[in-house]
């Protein structure tokens, strides 16, 4: 019913903030390819490649159009530190660290040892990832790291987590990307309780992936867009 309202906003049209328009044009809509674009491509065929299709939506699978995203996202705000909540495939984790090679993760998965296929992605990158099975504990240590450095942070959120832990990284400024909003129920309710919470700041959504900007300089608005 609003596909040519996404479609229509995603080119810009209507968005009236400069710095929503910047980074929609950008970032959300950017299709100038970079140069991590073929070793992501390439990663996600090969996992494809090992499995079945009814194995990609019980393991998450990211999709190409959405692993591109998440590069250009943190591309754009380029932190050093990220905090991660749910391994996944691991695919998410290679993909936002490929932007800076002084950037570290925290990864926060109590199941991460039986994600075989999670620590096969990310073998190649656990000199620059700590692991946690603890959330706060993650939260705390993520936040302490960013204010000491006074850094961009950014954080990804793949499976639902506790709420006051995710206000508290909106409070610190975080940018919040959130995955699987129409694959999961509680996901959407987390999603449309940090839009309640926000007072200032942009969100960028298409229902299926969002963006929250917590920025206390932008002006509130949400943007319901098309990827």
């Known amino acids: 019913m609003n596909a040519w309202s996404r479609h229509h906003r995603s080119g810009g049209f209507g968005i009236h903030s400069p710095y929503a328009y910047k980074f929609v044009r ?12 073929g070793g992501i491509r390439q990663l996600i065929d090969t996992v494809k490649a090992g499995t079945t299709r009814q194995q990609h939506r019980e393991m998450d699978l990211i999709s190409k159009r959405e692993a591109r995203l998440l590069f250009r996202v943190t591309n754009f705000f380029n932190p050093y530190y990220m905090l991660q909540v749910g391994a996944s495939t691991g695919i998410e984790s290679v993909t936002m660290l490929q932007v800076n090679s002084q950037s570290s993760l ?8 039986q994600n075989a296929l999670a620590m096969r ?107």
């Not at 950008?26 to 674009?37: E, G």
């Not at 959504?205 to 920025?215: G, Q």
């Open 106 to 113: 925290c990864l926060c998965d109590p199941q991460l040892e």
């Open 26 to 37: 950008n970032v959300w809509r950017q299709r100038l390819p970079y140069y991590a674009y």
């Open 121 to 227: 992605v990310l073998r190649t990158q656990l000199g620059r990832v700590e692991c946690y099975d603890d959330i706060k504990v993650a939260t705390d240590e993520f936040l302490e790291d960013g204010k000491a450095d006074e850094s961009p942070l950014l954080a990804l959120v793949n499976t639902p987590m506790d709420e006051e832990m995710l206000k508290r990284l909106l409070d610190a400024r975080c940018v919040v990307v959130m995955r699987n909003l129409n694959r999961n129920e509680a996901m959407s309710r987390l999603y449309d309780a940090c839009c309640a919470y926000m007072p200032a700041g942009q969100t960028y959504t298409n229902n299926k992936i969002a963006i929250l900007n917590p920025n206390p300089k932008l002006q509130r608005e949400d943007f319901l867009l098309w990827l």
